[in-house]
Nanobody, 123 residues
Framework: QVQLVESGGGLVQAGGSLRLSCAAS????????MGWYRQATWKERELVAV???????SYAGSVTGRFTISRDNAKNTVYLQMNSLKPEGTAVHYC?????????????????WGQGTQVTISS
């Protein structure tokens, strides 16, 4: 049974930092591309950052230079380091997994999703 469990969300002031983690089980983690997405209230889910099984990364323009996605295959975990946070980034953040070698951008590409972790950024 595949499980993705996010952690690390919370309440932070604008300009602060948070580090999200997503622990995967039930998959051969090193064979999976991973992604972080977020969904604000009344808005569609949107891409934040993605990483291929080989470590190639890509970011949404709104977070480039502030966020870093990384993975530790020994720990079956993907991370999202978020710096210089902005109030418009308040959202539930989800991690997702897709078996394959490429970097995947489309939400519909991903096979597995976590339950999400709330990130709230106060102004």
């Amino acid at each position: 049974q595949v499980q993705l469990v996010e952690s690390g969300g919370g309440l932070v002031q604008a300009g602060g930092s948070l580090r999200l983690s997503c622990a995967a089980s039930g998959v051969t983690f090193g064979s999976y591309a991973m992604g972080w997405y977020r969904q604000a209230t009344w808005k569609e889910r949107e891409l934040v950052a993605v990483i291929s099984s080989g470590g190639s990364t890509s970011y949404a323009g709104s977070v480039t230079g502030r966020f870093t996605i990384s993975r530790d295959n020994a720990k079956n975990t993907v991370y999202l380091q978020m710096n210089s946070l902005k109030p418009e980034g308040t959202a539930v953040h989800y991690c997702a997994a897709k078996r394959g070698r490429a970097v995947y951008y489309s939400i519909t590409s991903y096979e597995y999703w976590g339950q999400g972790t709330q990130v709230t950024i106060s102004s």
